[in-house]
């Protein structure tokens, strides 16, 4: 009650007063004029999804700076006929209650392996085969290539923005052996849903993946989103884009740039914490740089960046890392802004960023700043 009457007293001053926001450990407050509310009245989340409103106002100065360069995601899908759907997922109906998603998986790395269900770990590539082996038993299945897709199994661990040579692959026809590959998980040998399932996945093809759930926070959370040359099947928890290959590099680009991460943050969907949701009606009314408005200066940048293992997102926004730094002074140049204003920009976003991270992941465990949740995957 008495946490209650002080911040009601707060309050009553901050109004007073001629600053604009107001901040504590227990409360955030700002002031907003009539006419700005009414024009964001569609969608007023924004306007509680942070703490910082400074945040609000950069991303509105962000859309007036570049109106003439950025676009909305569905406009541009409609324009290039790109295509948007969601990642495979788990389909009872086509294989029975027995099998789960995970069994279909051979992953890259045995590091990306989260779940026991999760057992097939590629060991060798050939140019019509596969070698795959068990990570229990230790029993190596050769599969036809012919019967796998590339694939990514999850966004979690994956540092990579060109995921060309990174991609896990996923069993989409049947072979000879298809019934001894699955069964040490299913308990049964029965492939006859393999039609169907061949049919469900491979229209899942795309090579752009987008995350639809993540921990933003998470210390196996590097990226929001993955180009591929080669076309792939994202898995669950993530959305799988088909749109022309010279501007699925520069959509990646802007995907994992801060300007959009703290877009993401802003139009979230609310789960808990930093585990958010992007949902695809959300995603399809996010704005994208045009890939027409700066195509070879973000070219050469996404080049620059492609290959760089980064560490997690929370570090590379309050460690500043220099591939994160060198695509977003690019963008803000795009933009429009000047060396003085991306100077200004810049110091800010991350610092706030990092900072509305670490709340929204005290938030998502419910025991204060002090502890540290640490969850790796996002399903």
Not at 65 to 79: P, Q, V
Request: aromatic fraction near 10%; avoid cysteine; proline fraction near 3%.
């Amino acid at each position: 009650m008495e946490l209650a009457k002080d911040m009601a007293k707060e309050l009553a001053k901050f109004r007073a007063s001629a600053d604009s926001t107001y901040s504590s450990k227990e409360l955030a407050a700002f002031k907003i004029h009539y006419d700005e509310l009414t024009s964001m009245a569609d969608n007023l989340f924004p306007l509680i999804a942070l703490t910082d409103y400074r945040l609000v106002l950069l991303w509105r100065r962000i859309l007036r700076k570049g109106r003439d360069k950025l676009r909305r995601l569905e406009s541009y899908l409609e324009t290039v006929n790109g295509s948007f759907k969601e990642g495979v997922r788990f389909r009872q109906t086509v294989f029975g209650r027995k099998a789960s998603i995970e069994d279909f998986f051979i992953l890259q790395r045995e590091d990306r392996a989260l779940k026991k269900r999760e057992a097939w770990i590629v060991t060798e590539r050939s140019h019509q085969h596969l070698l795959a082996k068990h990570r229990y038993s230790g029993d190596q299945v050769e599969i036809p290539l012919k019967a796998l897709s590339p694939s990514l199994r999850r966004v979690s661990r994956v540092g990579k923005i060109d995921i060309t040579d990174e991609l896990d692959y996923l069993v989409s026809d049947g072979f000879q052996d298809l019934g001894d590959f699955l069964s040490p998980s299913t308990g049964t040998k029965g492939v006859r849903f393999i039609g169907k399932w061949k049919e469900y996945v491979r229209d899942k093809v795309g090579n752009l993946a987008l995350a639809e759930k993540i921990d933003i926070s998470a210390p196996g959370s590097k990226l929001l989103s993955f180009y591929s040359r080669e076309g792939m099947i994202p898995g669950s928890v993530m959305w799988s884009l088909q749109v022309p290959d010279r501007d699925a590099r520069l959509l990646a680009a802007w995907f994992n740039s801060s300007l959009n991460i703290l877009q993401s943050l802003l139009y979230r969907g609310e789960t808990r914490g930093a585990f958010i949701a992007l949902r695809g009606y959300m995603l399809k009314d996010f704005f994208i740089l045009d890939p027409e408005a700066a195509r070879e200066r973000l070219t050469n940048t996404f080049n620059e960046i492609k290959d760089v293992e980064l560490p997690s997102i929370i570090e590379q926004i309050s460690q500043r890392h220099d591939a994160r730094v060198l695509l977003d002074r690019t963008l803000l140049e795009i933009l429009g802004f000047s060396k003085s204003e991306i100077e200004e920009i810049l110091p800010y976003l991350y610092s706030a960023l990092a900072s509305e991270i670490e709340r929204l992941k005290a938030l998502m465990i419910g025991r204060g700043d002090e502890q540290r949740a640490t969850p790796d995957d996002n399903e």
